[in-house]
Structures are given as C-alpha cells and as structure tokens.
C-alpha cells in the first residue's frame, strides 16, 4: 500500500527541491571510475586548513565525550576582539547556514514576505520557504550592466513590502561573483524601514579586496535591524566542520537564541575556529593562492573567448554562451568536478572555484581540450 507522505508535508516545504552541493569527490570515483580528481565546484579552500587550525582539532579530539561549550565563550571572546563588537553581539551557527535558517525561523511566518536578488545564494529561498512565508525575488541586472547579474538595490527597497520582514544581501554574491560598493549598500541598508531585519551575507570577505568594498559589521552601530554573517568554510578552510556566524545588535542575537539548538556549534569547529582567527598568515596566503587562480582562470577564458562575470570571490562565473551541461559532463570524465548553476537559472554558465596552480592547470589545459573538440 501506498502512503501518502507529500500530503503530509507543511505547505512551504511541498514546492522545495533540496539543495544542490557540488559533486563529492568520492561520488565521481564510484560513478566514472577516474581517480586523481580535482574538485573547484564548491568554493573550498584549496590549501585547506592551516596547520594552526588542524592541531587544535588533533588537540580537541580527547574531550569529544563532553558536550561543547553551549555558549561559546572562548569563540564569541575571539571574535568579539576580532570585529571590535560585544560577546553579545555574536550569534555561533553550524555553519553560517544555520545562522540563516535560525533568522529565517525567528522571523518568518506564512504571513510574511522575505526579499532577495535572483542569482543569490539558494539558502535564502530554501530558509524562507520552509516557514511557509513568500519569497519575493527580485530581477538581477541585466548582462548589460557593470556588474552583470548584480543586486539591483532600487528594485529591492521597491520590493519591500509591509509584510516583508527579512531582505538577505550577499556581498560579494554567490554564484555570481558581483560585489556592491560600501557607499551604495549602506545607503539601501539607510533606506530599509526599521521593521525589516537586513542581512548581509560576507562569506567572501576576506577576498574583497577593492577599496570602495565596505566590511558592513561596523555598521551595526548604525542600524540595529542589520545583521552580518560570516562563515569558516571558505577563506579560512574549514568547510567540512561547520562554522559560521552572525554579528548584530545583542537584542537580535538573544531572540535567535531561543530557536538556535543548544550545541549547534560542536566543540571542534569551536577550537578550529579560534585557531583560525589566529592564523593571519593562512589567510594570506589563501588570498595570495585566490588572486593567483582568478587570473589564471580569467586569462584562460580571455584566450578561449568565454565571457565571465568579474569576480570577488574565489571562483569565476563563466558563460559558455549554449548549454554548459556537456563542458561540465566532459571535465568530470577527465577528473574535474566545476558547478553547474541551472539550478539558478543560469544553464549555459559553470561556475569554477580557483584551486592550486596545479589544479588551476589541469582545469585550463582540461577546459582548452573539451572547448576545442566541441567547437
Ligand atoms: C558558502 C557560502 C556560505 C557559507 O555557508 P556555510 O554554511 O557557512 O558553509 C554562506 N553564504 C554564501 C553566499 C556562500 O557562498
């Protein structure tokens, strides 16, 4: 007999399909057989943790039989010192996801709206969705414009609405790329009635290195219906622990504090964390190795004629100008996982995270052979 699950389901979550991640490297090596892969599909690391970080978590594995520090004290002390905010001011997720989906939780109900640009991050939809309220997706700018695919901000306060109760920004943005300058972003954070919770979503921070790019946590000072998240899992390299975070006014955090887990933050991500922060020269490297693979990657594009999207982050968004399915399907036969984003409405665009230069290579020279022969 059959049973009828999908009636079950709360309404919000009927029309969601799960996210989509990157294809795990051990998924490939089951699937086509191939060894010796590359993956630049998930905007990871490629030097990985650093050492700093790694020994902490060696250094923690022996206290795995205690529950973690529910709190976080020693993380939030860390990162109070590191954003010139209060403790308080500090909300721990498993993940930076987590945090999104605990604002998303806290705010939304089936009577509310959140608001938020087409080619965003897919969490804001997902979050939104699963609490039955609407999610207003505002059109992207046009390939036209200078940061193709961007934020349009004046379609975006246009799209609040009295029952829009959380606007989630990413900047720079994820699949895309596209950055906003400090000046434009804190006048849209400026025009956002004070009933909207805004969230600005830095997991690329680090790599913003334009001078106009504005680190908005200070910020909060200003507007206490602005959030900030940031996450472990990108610069700092530790994506397969889960760590991230918001800074916001401390009223904010402690209502996000009813609905958090009590130990969502386990105590290895706690201790790697702290290592990390501490680690200034992992990070500058990271950069270092990122600035390095945008160029290599823009240069090999600029020489196959593959259009990109300008770039903060660590990957590149690239158009292959007709469906990209067979360029991807044709690099995983060759050991290369990039990220098909269809799934953001862009089919004929891959996005590719920057790697080693060694990886970097063997993406260009695999890209250069699989252009050549479909051409
Ligand atoms: C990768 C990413 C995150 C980070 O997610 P975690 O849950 O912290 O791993 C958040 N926002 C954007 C836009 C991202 O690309």
Excluded at 18 to 27: D, L, N, T, W
Excluded at 176 to 191: I, Q, R, Y
Excluded at 283 to 293: A, I, L, P, T, Y
Aim: hydrophobic share 40%; net charge negative; with cysteine.
């Amino acid at each position: 007999m059959t049973y009828a699950f999908e009636k079950l389901i709360a309404e919000g979550v009927k029309g969601l399909v799960p996210y989509v991640a990157g294809k795990p490297m051990s998924e490939l090596e089951r699937e086509y057989g191939v060894k010796d892969i590359v993956k630049l599909a998930s905007n990871e690391n490629p030097l990985g943790p650093g050492e700093a970080a790694m020994q902490a978590v060696t250094n923690g594995v022996g206290d795995l039989g205690f529950y973690p520090d529910g709190n976080g004290f020693e993380l939030k002390a860390k990162l109070s010192e590191h954003h010139n905010v209060e403790p308080d001011a500090i909300t721990l997720g498993n993940g930076s996801n987590d945090v999104l989906v605990m604002l998303a939780e806290t705010l939304l109900t089936p009577r509310d709206e959140a608001v938020f640009s087409q080619y965003s991050f897919a969490v804001y939809y997902l979050a939104t969705q699963a609490t039955g309220a609407r999610s207003v997706i505002v059109p992207a700018l046009d390939g036209n414009h200078s940061t193709p695919l961007g934020h349009d901000l004046e379609a975006m306060v246009a799209a609040v609405s009295e029952r829009t109760k959380l606007v989630f920004v990413a900047n720079p943005n994820n699949p895309t790329g596209t950055w906003l300058d400090g000046e434009s972003l804190k006048s849209f954070v400026g025009s956002i009635p004070s009933h909207v919770i805004v969230v600005i979503d830095q997991a690329y921070v680090e790599y913003a290195d334009d001078p106009a790019y504005e680190d908005a946590v200070p910020w909060i000072q200003d507007f206490r219906n602005l959030v900030v998240t940031h996450t472990f899992s990108k610069i700092h390299g530790l994506a397969g622990i889960r760590s991230g975070y918001s800074v916001s006014h401390p009223e904010l955090a402690s209502l996000l504090n009813r609905v958090r887990q009590p130990f969502n933050m386990n105590s290895l991500a706690q201790d790697a964390s702290i290592a990390a922060l501490g680690d200034n020269a992992h990070v500058e490297r990271s950069k270092d190795v990122n600035k390095q693979g945008l160029l290599a990657l823009q240069e090999c594009c600029d020489h196959l004629g593959l259009p990109y999207i300008p770039s903060m982050c660590n990957f590149l968004l690239v158009d292959f100008g007709k469906p990209a399915e067979p360029v991807y399907e044709a690099l995983l036969r060759q050991g290369i996982i990039v990220r098909p984003v269809g799934n953001y409405g862009l089919p004929n665009h891959l996005r590719i995270s920057t790697g080693t230069l060694e990886q970097n290579q063997r993406l260009i020279s695999a890209l250069e052979a699989v252009i050549k022969t479909n051409d």
